[in-house]
């Protein structure tokens, strides 16, 4: 079983829609939880962390049931420039600071 | 931008020989880690780098190995390249160890025939 699994996407979906992306990672010693947006041959940038309250930034609300260890993301309001892929990102504190990605769900927004 | 710098941009290395990949981490950051993220795949953790000790290291052959200078800036070794090794090998910089976000480098992207 992977470490983090992620939905296989892609998800097609038009300007303004609403669109939820779900992670589950299999340590639940797992302690700091991400989501990192990676745009076609570039780096991941942090999109936000997850925090056990849930969090919003914006369009993003992101989710935590450490219960039952999953993870979830929000994106309301889709823009052509959420076109992305989206990764969801456990922190296995037992390594160090070691980041485990999931292989990321492709969003794509169209007009 | 993270602050994060890598070099080269773009290697192409033949099946069998040896890299060096270099990474500076984002001013204040003393923690660098290494991932190496092949083609439709997820980064991996090969190792991280604390004040010049490794401290963690992924399911990554001994081949792969690294280092750490006074200033935090890190290198990636690679020896005996084969044609797996070709993917895109990103550095991340952090404050410290404690489980904090970390922050990406554009990557280098490395080829081998």
């Known amino acids: 079983r992977k470490e983090v699994e992620q939905d296989p996407g892609p998800f097609n979906v038009p300007e303004g829609a609403t669109v939820a992306f779900n992670c589950t990672y299999s340590?639940?010693?797992?302690?700091?939880f991400f989501w990192y947006r990676q745009d076609c041959r570039k780096e991941p940038k942090l999109l936000m962390s997850?925090?056990?309250s849930g969090n919003e930034d914006g369009r993003f609300t992101a989710q935590l049931n450490r219960a039952s260890q999953y993870i979830s993301l929000l994106i309301r309001d889709s823009k052509l420039s959420d076109s992305a892929t989206y990764l969801c990102?456990?922190?296995?504190?037992?390594?160090?600071?070691?980041?485990?990605f999931g292989a990321g769900t492709i969003l794509r927004v169209k007009s | 931008e993270t602050g994060v710098t890598q070099s080269p941009t773009h290697l192409i290395k033949t099946r069998g020989q040896q890299v060096t990949l270099r990474c500076s981490s984002q001013?204040?950051?003393?923690?660098v880690s290494w991932y190496q993220q092949a083609l439709g795949q997820g980064p991996q953790f090969i190792f991280q780098y604390y004040r010049e000790e490794e401290n963690g290291r992924g399911n990554f052959p001994p081949r792969f190995s690294g280092l750490q200078f006074p200033n935090y800036s890190s290198e990636l070794n690679v020896n005996a390249l084969e044609l797996d090794d070709s993917a895109l090998y990103l550095c991340?910089?952090?404050?410290?160890?404690?489980?904090?976000?970390?922050?990406f480098g554009p990557g280098t992207r490395l080829t081998v025939t």
């Open positions: 997850v925090y056990s």
């Open positions: 001013s204040g950051h003393n923690t």
């Open positions: 990102v456990v922190n296995m504190m037992e390594y160090g600071n070691k980041l485990v």
């Open positions: 340590n639940s010693a797992s302690q700091s």
């Open positions: 991340a910089s952090s404050p410290r160890t404690g489980g904090e976000e970390q922050y």
